[in-house]
């Protein structure tokens, strides 16, 4: 049963500290996306890649954080620094991103606090 | 731009019974495609369903269906016979055609509760 995998599961920093989360696609998909969930604002794309590629990542705080796909069976999404207001539950998905009706899988997601 | 509405916060059902939980979606693109997720309280996002805009027939998958309006722009997403698992939130979401990027865009969710 292939699956995305998210570490860490849990983070608890404080303001100021570099936060790095891991994601590892389900094998053999090309498409990799880092979302985040807060109560206030919902699901929000942050990232996405396409054969490692990064495409789109208008969503994303450029001052401080960072996404990248080192290899196909990696991506990182990182906080630096890290400041209250990130916290949340961050979310990696990915696709075979072949088709209109391609599925994006979900990964468990990292629950971040920041103090 | 895609807009995604889940018009409702929160339902009951009773055990057992059917429940719709609505979704509506603004797009100009002819080709696109809907999803509905669940988010239980353990937090992962699930898969639940997928309909095409071109589809002919409305999708189903196990006790899911999906009651996709094309005209309204509404897919809304039927369970039957609620079990206690159900409980949950749910996310309705769309992905069109011409966004290059395969990006889902999601609605605010709705939470639901069976009742035993």
């Known amino acids: 049963d292939a699956r995305v995998t998210q570490t860490p599961r849990h983070k608890v920093t404080e303001m100021g500290q570099e936060v790095t989360m891991r994601c590892q696609p389900i094998?053999?998909?090309?498409?990799v996306f880092w979302y985040r969930q807060t109560m206030m604002q919902g699901l929000e794309l942050l990232a996405y890649?396409?054969?490692?590629?990064?495409?789109?990542d208008s969503g994303m705080p450029k001052d401080r954080f960072s996404a990248e796909m080192p290899d196909a069976t990696l991506a990182t999404l990182k906080i630096q620094p890290s400041e209250p207001r990130d916290s949340a539950v961050y979310f990696c998905?990915?696709?075979?991103?072949?088709?209109?009706?391609?599925?994006?899988?979900f990964g468990p997601g990292t629950r971040l606090t920041v103090l | 731009a895609q807009k995604i509405t889940q018009t409702q916060p929160g339902m009951f059902v009773q055990e057992k019974e059917a429940v719709t939980l609505d979704c509506t979606y603004d797009?100009?693109?002819?080709?696109?495609?809907l999803f509905w997720y669940k988010q239980p309280s353990s937090g992962e996002m699930i898969f639940l369903i997928y309909?095409?805009?071109?589809?002919?027939q409305n999708a189903t998958e196990g006790r899911y269906s999906l009651n996709f309006q094309k005209a309204r722009k509404s897919a809304n997403l039927v369970i039957s016979a609620s079990q206690l698992g159900d409980s949950a939130m749910y996310f309705c979401?769309?992905?069109?055609?011409?966004?290059?990027?395969?990006?889902?865009?999601f609605g605010g969710g709705t939470r639901l509760m069976v009742k035993p």
């Open positions: 979401a769309m992905r069109d055609y011409n966004n290059a990027g395969n990006m889902l865009t």
């Open positions: 998905a990915s696709g075979s991103g072949q088709l209109l009706g391609d599925t994006q899988y």
């Open positions: 094998l053999g998909h090309n498409t």
């Open positions: 890649f396409r054969n490692r590629a990064p495409l789109d």
């Open positions: 797009t100009s693109d002819q080709s696109y495609g």
């Open positions: 309909q095409g805009s071109y589809d002919e």
